[in-house]
């Protein structure tokens, strides 16, 4: 689980420009389930998962992991949940690392480089050796019923192809949490169904997925466990399926 205390985050903090993009959100996100947050352009709902994420830090507030203490050695105390926005930048490296894998709206493959090189490229930084990272990856795309276009120029793919790669290589290092922001903006109502199906089996296999999202696909989908909604920063409405 995740839990949000008190979180605000403020650009510009203190000069003509500050602007709030998230103010004293208190919210808990299950383990294991799908959250999709919904809102109009500038709601805050990008803002929050990069907070999440470890991408930012914020203004005020605590954000807690719950159940990954054991997985940091710089955790004292392995039964307490840990606190995530006070710690170094080299620690929060590491979780963005292990913990998280992120999709954007615009799937960010790097030109220039295969398939199979934009899927390992996260892991290059673990020390983890190329052969067991790339039959990883191999097996990723194999999944994602993209592995025929391993060796291939990214450029050359279609836009569900490409929103294949980018999971996978959000996956390469076997993340507890998924976040994607607008995955679906790009795709067409059918990719944008399939994207839905292949979260829910990532849900299916332990995975918690954070999806930020104004598209009705998307937060209207069966596959979605809650959808918690926000204007102006802050939270004005939470459901569930269930």
């Not at 510009?12 to 998230?22: C, D, F, I, Q, R």
């Not at 398939?115 to 190329?130: F, I, Q, S, W």
């Not at 332990?206 to 009705?216: E, F, N, Q, W, Y």
């Amino acid at each position: 689980m995740i839990t949000l205390n008190n979180v605000t985050k403020t650009y510009s903090l203190s000069k003509p420009g500050e602007y709030t993009a998230v103010h004293d959100v208190t919210v808990e996100l299950p383990a294991r389930q799908i959250t999709v947050f919904k809102g109009p352009s500038g709601s805050g709902k990008t803002s929050l998962l990069t907070l999440i994420g470890c991408m930012v830090r914020p203004t005020s507030g605590r954000i807690h992991l719950h159940g990954m203490a054991e997985q940091f050695p710089f955790q004292k105390d392995e039964s307490a949940p840990l606190e995530i926005t006070g710690l170094p930048e080299r620690f929060l490296t590491t979780i963005r690392r292990t913990t998280f894998g992120f999709i954007f709206q615009q799937c960010n493959l790097i030109t220039g480089i295969s398939v199979l090189e934009n899927v390992m490229l996260p892991a290059y930084t673990t020390g983890e050796r190329l052969s067991k990272v790339r039959e990883r990856a191999l097996l990723l795309l194999e999944q994602f019923a993209v592995v025929r276009h391993a060796h291939r120029r990214v450029d050359l793919l279609s836009g569900g192809e490409a929103q294949r790669v980018a999971i996978a290589r959000a996956l390469i290092n076997n993340p507890t949490i998924l976040i994607a922001d607008e995955p679906t903006a790009h795709l067409d109502s059918k990719l944008s169904h399939e994207f839905m199906e292949i979260v829910f089996r990532l849900k299916q296999e332990g995975k918690t997925v954070l999806i930020a999202s104004h598209d009705p696909i998307v937060t209207d989908s069966v596959q979605r466990d809650r959808v918690v909604e926000l204007r102006d920063g802050v939270i004005c409405e939470q459901g569930s399926n269930r």
